[in-house]
């Protein structure tokens, strides 16, 4: 089965791409570097390979959970590669990577798999690998069976301090039901190779202390020391492994006989953090709070019977964009009251309801970008010959300067891409500098000036009542 996966969940960019044959794969620096690096990376492993985007059977990628930034990369790319294409999407986890990873490099069939997190903390998941024979002929291949940590009831994630990472249930008995299972409530099993029947036989020999549990990931390596209920019960060799692209194709095909692959446009990555930045808004709340309290007279200190036995917690904040699971939606006609009450409070001369409709009529491409039910933005985009047009991009006033505008351009940078433009142009007011500024900054270049091109009449005025466009583009094929 033809596929192209890849991860940026950490500070490695991992690509690979496969014929069903033959596989081609590039690893290189990620973070910050992986936006700018992976479409064109991705295309030259398929031009390698001989591939089409349109010929794959869908696009792989690592849906965390990882890095908040590399993870809205990751995910955005699939769903822009996706939706151009017309393929599904699917999304695997991060940490059976790097079970799957360790596997392939080392032998290691019990994993506990263990991401480096920053702020002092882990993500976590423990995978067992059950080999069987189906006949004396067969390659030898077996399934991977997510499996509890510490005395959790159910398999699952885990985000924690390295001091409360538990081990993993190593009883053969456990292993032995999780065998017989399809799935798990909370991971699904997987089949590292081709599919197979799902319940198989534990042939790991039981010595009274459990089957050798390893740590992979990259947390061994930050924090070994510190996971000290891991000591005597799980191997900590420190050594790094990366979630590879390479291990996502290996699990690609059973993922995808188990229906996991799911429409570009419903494709999320995988949040353990609910929360991940302060917003504008919160740090000015933040400030007032602090301000305020700096204004009030020291109280005095209760004597020791009056003290609570212990604080109490501040109260949970409301959600906010800086926490939102974004993902693009196609704009239907369901949206345009709600696009419309955005459009209306941005500009000073918005869209008509007439355009968005007529540029539904006309085939456009009008996407949506939400988090939950809360509307953040949208653009629209008209498709020409080798060349794609931007004719509106919003982002709603209370999400500004968050980050969304720029992930709305990475995914119609990609849409325009996979569609096969090779230049996206639009034009922006001569009188609105922040915005080219800003769109300078994402790449695009003046490419011209065109007179009289906004009906509304806003400084600087042309001698006509009108004012300017600066045209502005930007090349796709690097």
Known sequence: MPFLAFDTSTERLSIAVTDGQQTWSFEGEGG???????????MDLLKQANLKLSELDAVVFGRGPGSFTGLRTS?????????????????????????????????????LAALDARMEEVYAAAYAYQYAYQDSESERQGRWHAVPLGDAPAAGFELCRPENLAAPVASVATLATLATLATLPTLPTWVSGEPRASTVPVTQADDGLGPEWVLAGTAGAVYG?????????????????????????RLAPQAWADGLSVPAEEAQPLYLRDKVAQTTLEREADKAVKAA????????????????????????PEPTASRLEAQLLRLTPAWLTRVMAIEERVYSHPWSLGNFEDSLRAGYDLMVLVGGDTLIGYFVAMKGVEETHLLNITVAPEFQHQG??????????????????????????????HAQRVYARFGFKQAGL??????????PLTPHGREDAVVMGMALTS
């Not at 910050?32 to 991705?42: D, P, V, Y």
């Not at 200190?301 to 949970?316: F, K, N, V, Y």
């Open 32 to 42: 910050a570097k992986a936006s700018a690096q992976l479409i064109a990376r991705a």
């Open 293 to 316: 309290k700096a204004d009030k007279p020291p109280q005095k200190s209760p004597l020791p019977s009056e003290r609570p036995e212990r604080p109490e917690r501040p109260a949970r």
């Open 225 to 249: 020391p510190r996971f000290t209920q891991l000591q005597n019960r799980v191997r900590c060799p420190g050594q790094v492994v990366w979630p590879t692209a390479t291990a996502l194709l």
């Open 75 to 111: 995910c955005a790319v699939a769903q822009g590669l996706a939706l151009g294409a017309d393929l599904p999407v699917l999304p695997i986890d991060t940490l059976l990577a790097v079970a799957e990873e360790a596997r392939f490099q080392q032998g290691s069939t019990h994993v």
């Open 450 to 459: 065109r007179k009289g091109y906004y009906a509304a009449p806003l400084a």
């Open 404 to 433: 969304w505008g720029r992930m709305m351009l990475d995914a119609l940078k990609l849409l325009a891409h996979s569609q096969g433009a090779a230049k996206l142009w639009l034009e922006v007011r001569a009188s609105n500098e």
